[in-house]
């Protein structure tokens, strides 16, 4: 492959922007040279246009910006058809919607053409990783990782653990949710850019043997992930209470069977106390905060502030079907007016950071992807600055590129993503 040259504005971060003021790298004509699907070079024209190989293909992206590629650290890929459900909040929604969806995904052929369907939806989105619940049926995460692996794409899926709660039809028991994980594990992690996320559904839905399981899978698979929901609805958090009495709290479930970590991402965490926040905090969980879905299903206001006081990790996530977008740029929109509502200014900058190398570090893959270092994987996205009138317009008076940051992620939608790249090569480009 030879080198390819993109020149445009370049924005990314170095480190978390709320702990050090020259996080963000803003290059206003600068140059990402790709060699062999990473990145060999992140400089100003100035300084690399005369020293490229000269077999280097220059790309010019005019009045556009390039940033990382965004990551989404939750959301359903079986639940593409359940968007937009009406009327319900959690536990109505699941019976109602959720479950009859995810079924359907048993059937092979269906699973594929719903994984291709949701991939190209992130793409389309400018989401180049993501964190991907499927459902209990195995045959949802071979679909899924196979679409992703012929894609080039980093993903991170795992087969649903579900053994009450739930309809006989996606009931697995703790030995066949410990074997079916097991042997998807052994034939998918690791695999190109794939991994694996060992998946409890939440604890409802889970009975203390099969948790149990979980934990062994954890400890006897080092580097795969752990991904469930938490403290999302209040009914939800009362009824793990009624069916864990000998347990603390919420989180407390979830420690006592070894599920939390550094490699573990819980969504939502909106009702949780302060023994739960310290707990996540001392054993580097991730919250993966879904404002979106949150508002949909209408659970709550999760207190980002909170989180940052404590030291909890926190990435963002779409959470669809839940979320009613697949865009991280709505999604950033509804996180912004989530903190508003709680008397929180949310900035652009760590607005964009959790999309992207906040996202990278939440998910434990920041020595892969997250931002232009040299050597990283080269997933990223070209913004349009021209992308709808409006924004043209409101970009053209921006006096700082904190500003112009903040009017795309308020504004921004699929629109805004005029092509995206995953390993170097063009995965999307807009029509
Ligand atoms: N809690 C348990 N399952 C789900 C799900 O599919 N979506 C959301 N948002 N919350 C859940
Ligand atoms: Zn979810």
Redesign the pocket.
């Known amino acids: 492959m030879t080198p390819v040259a993109h020149r445009g504005e370049i924005v990314h971060f170095l480190d978390d922007p709320r702990n050090d003021d020259h996080a963000l790298e803003y290059i206003q004509d600068g140059i990402l040279l790709i060699e062999e699907g990473h990145v060999a070079a992140c400089q100003s024209a100035t300084t690399l246009l005369g020293a490229l190989p000269q077999s280097t293909t220059v790309i010019e992206h005019t009045d556009c910006l390039i940033v990382p590629g965004f990551i989404d650290t939750?959301?359903?890929f079986p639940?593409v058809d359940v968007i937009a459900s009406h009327g319900a909040q959690l536990l109505e929604w699941l019976e109602t919607y959720t479950f009859p969806a995810e079924r359907k995904l048993g059937d092979r052929a269906h699973a594929t053409e719903v994984a291709e369907f949701f991939l190209d939806e992130l793409l389309r989105n400018g989401t180049t990783t993501a964190l991907v619940?499927g459902t209990s049926d195995p045959v949802s995460v071979d679909s899924f990782f196979e679409c992703a692996r012929a894609r080039s794409l980093r993903m991170i899926c795992g087969k649903v653990m579900m053994d009450r709660n739930a309809p006989d039809y996606l009931c697995d028991t703790p030995e066949t949710s410990r074997n079916q994980s097991q042997d998807l594990i052994d034939r998918w992690h690791g695999v190109d850019r794939l991994g694996y996320a060992v998946t409890p559904r939440f604890a409802p839905t889970s009975t203390p043997d099969q948790l149990a399981v979980a934990g062994d899978l954890l400890r006897t698979n080092p580097g795969v992930h752990l991904h469930t929901?938490t403290s999302?609805n209040r009914d939800e958090c009362k009824w793990v209470q009624s069916l864990f009495p000998e347990r603390s709290n919420y989180i407390d479930v979830y420690d006592h069977y070894g599920l939390l970590g550094k490699r573990s991402v819980l969504?939502?965490g909106i009702h949780l106390c302060q023994t739960e926040w310290k707990r996540l905090a001392q054993t580097n969980s991730t919250i993966?905060f879904?404002p979106t879905?949150n508002l949909f299903i209408g659970s709550g206001l999760f207190d980002l502030k909170k989180a940052e006081e404590i030291g909890v990790t926190v990435g963002i996530?779409t959470?669809v079907g839940?979320?009613d977008s697949y865009s991280i740029l709505r999604t950033l929109n509804e996180a912004y007016k989530v903190q508003q509502l709680r008397g929180y200014n949310l900035g652009a900058k760590t607005m964009l950071y959790l999309a992207t190398l906040g996202g990278a570090k939440s998910l434990n893959l920041e020595s892969c992807i997250g931002n232009f270092d040299k050597g990283k994987e080269a997933d990223f996205v070209i913004l349009d600055k021209n992308a709808t009138s409006l924004i043209s317009r409101r970009t053209r008076v921006s006096q700082s590129i904190e500003e112009t940051l903040f009017a795309l992620a308020m504004l921004g939608d699929d629109r805004l993503i005029k092509s995206t790249y995953a390993l170097g090569k063009l995965a999307h480009a807009r029509t």
Do not use: I, K, P, T
């Open positions: 939750h959301v359903h639940q619940f929901h999302e969504a939502h993966a879904c879905s996530g959470d839940g979320g």
